[in-house]
């Protein structure tokens, strides 16, 4: 007996290890996908319905989650409904899965391939405004697949919005403000709009206790802003640091609105996302942000390349300003460079202050100021890596005999904070707060030479006064 129960206690195997197993149910995941058979390369407005080998490639534009209830362990648990967009024309395209749910997102340009083209009277295969569609099941079917290209286009395929016209005017177009106030009423409203901030990716429960996937954006124009949800696998679109703050731009064309709590614009069925769309109102709303930005940004990059200090210090021909010379000169010539030497008392030292505060280092991502008393910090939005330089406001007022500058207006550089504070970054944060004190009173009502530049560009400093470097007199 005691032999037949440890017999017993034994499982007994076919021979095959768990990964063979798996590699024979789920071939697709086992190696790359490789075509069976001629496919016909065609354009999305070339298709027509019916069974076909054809391949076409185009941005994704939309998209929605659809989940189902499995009957058995092979069957597809939902699909990816994907708005396909390429210059002319739309399709709708469903990806179906059972195990591995793809990773989709909004406007990186795929690959289709498939053996059918559908036609549908009604909108619940596809949207009213897209009736061509096509199914997809990698997973089960050879003879289908889609492939999402990353960086392999550099952006400049199928970046154009649907029927746009070189040196035209894109049909539709509106401010957000105008959007507003009525033009949502309109049949395809388009607004144009640059992205402020990235909100954290959540997952909530629904009433039916599934889950779901929600991202927030900040957007503006030059007329206002609002907040665009997303929602599902839509929701992965801007992660990880793909969509950023300041410089993306999104073309949304008949998007959907709520104006109860400021305004609030989602994605439905008809809304088509141009993700940087290559349009000339794009490029004027960056080079406006940039503007913009540049004037309320607490502590730009200093335009190295803008200025040699080697040359200032031993050129022929030595200019000293005053302030009120510098005014004058910079009203005179806006939009171009100078450099020479400033005579200054600095009235205020704000280190104690900053370095109790933990704002002693500072700079700026997703549209947030960011500061703390270490150089290298992570954005709780974006989570981007950011390395901070020593806030502009730790040298209060500085005075000479002409006029005055108020706190944060000189942009120094990295030697001129080395020679102002007499250590570097490292150092500096060693010291305890004696030392910070000591340190503090020593620089107050010091008069020092302030070898400066002015960089006419205000996209790059935002009309502050450029320190190269510090000298006592």
């Not at 080395?418 to 910070?436: F, I």
Request: aromatic fraction near 8%.
């Amino acid at each position: 007996m005691g032999a037949s129960s440890a017999l017993g206690a034994v499982v007994v195997g076919d021979g095959f290890i768990g990964g063979e197993i798996w590699k024979i149910q789920d071939p697709k995941h086992a190696e790359s996908w490789h075509p069976s058979m001629e496919y016909t390369s065609c354009e999305i407005s070339d298709l027509v319905p019916g069974p076909q080998a054809v391949t076409f490639m185009g941005r994704v534009a939309n998209m929605f989650d659809v989940q189902q209830t499995p009957k058995s362990p092979r069957a597809a648990k939902g699909c990816c409904k994907l708005c396909v967009k390429d210059r002319d024309n739309t399709i709708t395209v469903r990806v179906w899965y059972a195990t591995c749910k793809p990773n989709l997102r909004l406007g990186p340009l795929v690959s289709i391939w498939t053996c059918h083209i559908s036609h549908s009277e009604s909108g619940t295969l596809s949207s009213p405004q897209t009736p061509l569609f096509t199914s997809l099941f990698p997973e089960r079917d050879r003879n289908c697949s889609i492939m999402i290209h990353e960086n392999s286009d550099n952006a400049q395929m199928y970046t154009s919005p649907l029927g746009y016209q070189v040196g035209e005017q894109l049909d539709g177009l509106m401010t957000l403000r105008s959007f507003i106030e009525g033009g949502h009423e309109l049949a395809k409203p388009k607004i144009l709009v640059m992205v402020k901030s990235i909100g954290d990716k959540k997952t909530i429960t629904r009433k039916d206790n599934t889950t779901c996937e929600t991202a927030s954006l900040k957007v503006y124009d030059d007329t206002g802003e609002a907040t665009v949800g997303l929602w599902g696998s839509a929701a992965s679109s801007p992660f990880p640091a793909r969509w950023t703050p300041d410089a993306t731009t999104l073309l949304l064309t008949a998007p959907g609105s709520k104006s109860r709590r400021g305004t609030y614009l989602s994605l439905n069925s008809t809304t088509i996302v141009d993700v940087d769309p290559s349009i000339p109102d794009a490029e004027w709303l960056r080079k406006w942000s940039t503007r913009q930005k540049s004037r309320d940004a607490i502590n730009p990059a200093f335009p190295e390349d803008s200025f040699n200090l080697k040359a200032i210090l031993h050129g022929r021909i030595r200019c000293f300003y005053t302030l009120a010379d510098l005014d004058e000169c910079a009203r005179a010539a806006p939009l171009d460079n100078f450099h020479g030497f400033l005579s200054l008392i600095i009235m205020e030292m704000k280190l104690v202050h900053c370095w109790k505060a933990q704002m002693l280092l500072s700079g700026e991502c997703c549209s947030e100021p960011i500061y703390a008393n270490q150089q290298t910090v992570q954005c709780k939005k974006c989570q981007r890596t950011l390395q901070l330089r020593l806030n502009p406001k730790i040298v209060g007022y500085a005075i000479d005999e002409t006029g005055v500058i108020s706190s944060g207006k000189l942009l120094l550089s990295d030697q001129a904070w080395h020679e102002l504070l007499g250590r570097d970054v490292e150092s500096l944060l060693r010291l305890d707060s004696d030392q910070m004190e000591l340190l503090s009173d020593r620089i107050t009502f010091c008069r020092l030479t302030f070898i400066f530049g002015w960089n006419g560009c205000i996209n790059e400093v935002g009309g502050r006064i450029c320190v190269l470097g510090v000298r006592s007199c």
